[in-house]
Structure formats: C-alpha cells, structure tokens
C-alpha cells in the first residue's frame, strides 16, 4: 500500500522517502543506498535490524589479508627508497658531466686566450 511519503512492504517494514516524516511507532533502522529511501521497522526492531544489518556488512566487507596489505607497504617503501636512491645517482652523474664540460670548456678558453697571446 502506498501512503503520503511511504511504502508499507511486508508485515513490518516501511520504506519512507527521504524528507517525510516517519510513522509513529516507526524507527529508522537504515538508509538505502541505492535509492533516497529510508527503511523503518518498529520500535525497538528497529535497533536489531540495523544491528544485523551492520555485522553482516563488517564480517562481509572486512580486510581478510592483513599481511597482504603489509607486502604492499613494504613493496612501496622500497620502490620509493630505491627510486630516490635512482634519482640521486643520476643527478650526481649529470652533476659530474656538468664538472667534466665546464673543465673542458675552461681549459678551451683558458688555451684560447694563451694562444691569442
């Protein structure tokens, strides 16, 4: 049966639309998320709904492989470290041949200006 806001849809459930108020003697047990609706169960029904509803989605949705997730830190740690480690290696090569050019481009001059001597 349909109301003003909500929907009765079995012997104790109601589905209410989000901004209506709900029934007296209702509770909100929980929120869809699929649609702006909420669902309302007795009072007192209500706090065991929603408390099922809740260890159901925790022991669902629960990291199963902790270690796994430690693998992959001490996986990125090392790849940042070893990556930094790269990156300044590179940078003192460059910073070498940057030394080896401006010694050779100085001792040009250097032997320019002795030879226009």
Partial sequence: MKYKGYIKVGLLRIDVDQGYMLPSGYGLAYTRYDAPINVCYPLGINWIVWLLRECYFRLAYTPRNTT???????????????????????????LLELKDKIKTEVFKEIVDTISNL
């Fill in 68 to 94: 796994g997730s430690m693998h992959y830190q001490i996986g990125y740690r090392d790849g940042m470290e070893n990556g930094k480690q790269l990156r300044s290696d590179e940078i003192k090569y460059e």
